[in-house]
């Protein structure tokens, strides 16, 4: 467990429950020589998704409010192991066989704050604030670990999206591989750089600035809907400078211009189809050795309009080759409209994370 901003004094986890590690191993898929992960033990998660505005956070089950099963204390934010993982730092042997193997990695959870009816684009400067530097503390950690390939930061935002609980949180996962997707972008960075004897990120960027599909206005991120997106009104907040390839490579100025950049797609999205839009949000860190690899947050809103949802159908799910109902351009010009943009912050919501020595829970302490 790391608690970050205040911790009471006395403050203690509870036992918690015993959810065990129930089969969990990978298995390999000839067909495509991918691995997929068994994870019986998800089936029993937690389920809280019920419309905040209907539920209070104090009366409800929530195991993640404040004097709740996981967090039994006050708290600002916090991330624990989750009980109910795809992947382990010790797993159990799988299941005998040449076409299996151990499913080693980590996931943890990230609760963003203690307030229960809130969203990513609702939290306030400092809560803001204080998750970016969790979010690069715990993902610089995570990369330290020699047994781990690739890490990953997301949020599945909504019960459409496959959230179990409605409090604001995400994910990290730490994979022992690059996933085929990363992988794919890995080896297309190589080849632009063969090829065309230059770096890859830099070049996605100058096209989307000087493109009609920039969303809105930022000094040091892109941010738009790509060329070629997959998903309607996906948005992409890419890094402009060469060598930010994760979020400890940071700046302030650049910390702060992202903090901003992902409320402001957060509440676009809410804005332009009137309702809290499920998505999902990834981050997108340089795996090992991959000098060209640019920072990147990644959103995929599930609609499509206001009363549509998209759904990965037939075609997409058996070949992978996505078929989109929106131009990234239309997409663009509706998230652009100026009058559903987030408040401007301030460097007075940036947080540095200092360890206490032998490792107690973290303390934030705010920038100079």
Not at 19 to 33: E, F, Q, V
Not at 47 to 61: F, K, P, V, Y
Request: proline content about 9%; charged content about 25%.
């Amino acid at each position: 467990m790391f608690v970050y901003g205040e911790l009471a004094e006395g403050s203690r986890l509870a036992p918690g429950v015993e959810t065990g590690l129930g089969g969990i191993h990978r298995r390999l898929d000839l067909l495509t020589d991918e691995w997929v992960v068994m994870s019986p033990a998800r089936n029993v998660r937690p389920l809280d998704t019920a419309d905040r505005e209907e539920s209070d956070g104090e009366e409800n089950d929530c195991p993640v409010c404040p004097g709740g099963i996981e967090l039994p204390f006050p708290y600002e934010a916090a991330v624990f192991e989750n009980r109910f993982p795809s992947l382990v730092a010790d797993p159990p042997p799988p299941p005998a066989g040449q076409l299996t193997a151990p499913a080693r990695g980590r996931c943890e959870m990230v609760v963003y704050t203690s307030r229960h009816n809130a969203c990513l684009g609702e939290l306030g400067p400092v809560e803001l604030g204080r998750l970016l530097a969790l979010w690069a503390d715990r993902s610089r950690e995570l990369w330290a670990d020699a047994r781990h390939a690739f890490v990953m930061i997301f949020e599945n935002r909504g019960a459409e999206a496959g959230a179990t609980l409605s409090h604001p949180h995400g994910q990290i996962y730490a994979f022992d591989h690059l996933p085929p997707t990363t992988a794919a972008k890995v080896e297309a960075h190589r080849r632009h750089r063969e090829s065309e004897g230059h770096c890859l990120g830099c070049d996605l960027v100058a096209r989307e600035t000087s493109s009609e599909r920039i969303v809105a206005p930022n000094e040091t991120f892109a941010v738009g809907v790509p060329f070629a997106a997959r998903w309607p009104y996906e948005v992409a907040v890419r890094a402009r400078r060469h060598g930010l390839r994760r979020l400890a490579d940071l700046t302030p100025a650049e910390q702060l211009d992202l903090a901003h950049a992902l409320r402001d797609v957060a509440l676009r999205y809410d804005a332009l189809f009137a309702f809290e839009c499920p998505y999902l949000m990834v981050a997108q860190e340089a795996p090992g050795g991959e000098a060209d690899w640019h920072l990147a947050f990644e959103f995929f809103p599930f609609q499509r309009s206001r009363s549509s949802t998209k759904i990965r159908a037939s075609v997409e799910t058996a070949t992978g080759l996505f078929l989109n109902d929106v131009l990234p351009e239309d997409a663009a010009r509706a998230l652009a409209e100026p009058g559903i943009a987030a408040p401007p912050l301030d460097d007075r919501c940036l947080f540095a994370v200092e360890p206490e020595p032998a490792q107690v829970p973290l303390l934030l302490e705010a920038r100079a």
